[in-house]
């Protein structure tokens, strides 16, 4: 099984990024994905979810930002990040998991991507 995130870098306070984890080893359809993060010094934190169904959930200081989506066919999970600011500077992970509640808060999550630096500069 492998996930692997990609579309990590370097941009400008304001600007946009569109993060993608491509799923490897499992039936992608099946399972919960989610974004989380960790800035240098602080814990990892809980960014946005989609459920099978495709249903969304967001933590509040991203929401109306960022947007998580996927891709079934592709096996494919994407967070289009706009209006970045130097806070949303971390190490950003996609996780799946066939329980939404267990993903939801990261706690005995089935698999973690190796995580993808995103860095906004001001």
């Known amino acids: 099984v492998q996930l692997q995130a990609s579309g990590g870098g370097l941009v400008l306070a304001g600007g946009s990024r569109t993060l993608t984890c491509s799923a490897s080893?499992?039936?992608?359809?099946?399972?919960?994905m989610a974004w989380f993060r960790q800035a240098p010094g602080k814990e990892r934190e809980f960014v946005a979810i989609?459920?099978?169904?495709?249903?969304?959930a967001y933590a509040d200081l991203v929401k109306g930002r960022f947007a998580i989506s996927r891709d079934n066919t592709k096996n494919s999970l994407y967070l289009q990040m706009d209006s970045l600011e130097p806070g949303d500077t971390a190490v950003y992970y996609c996780?799946?998991?066939?329980?939404?509640?267990?993903?939801?808060?990261?706690?005995?999550?089935?698999?973690w991507g190796p995580g993808t630096q995103v860095t906004v500069s001001s």
């Open positions: 996780a799946a998991d066939r329980n939404l509640g267990q993903l939801r808060y990261g706690m005995r999550v089935d698999y």
């Open positions: 080893g499992i039936t992608f359809s099946n399972y919960e």
């Open positions: 989609i459920s099978q169904s495709g249903s969304t």
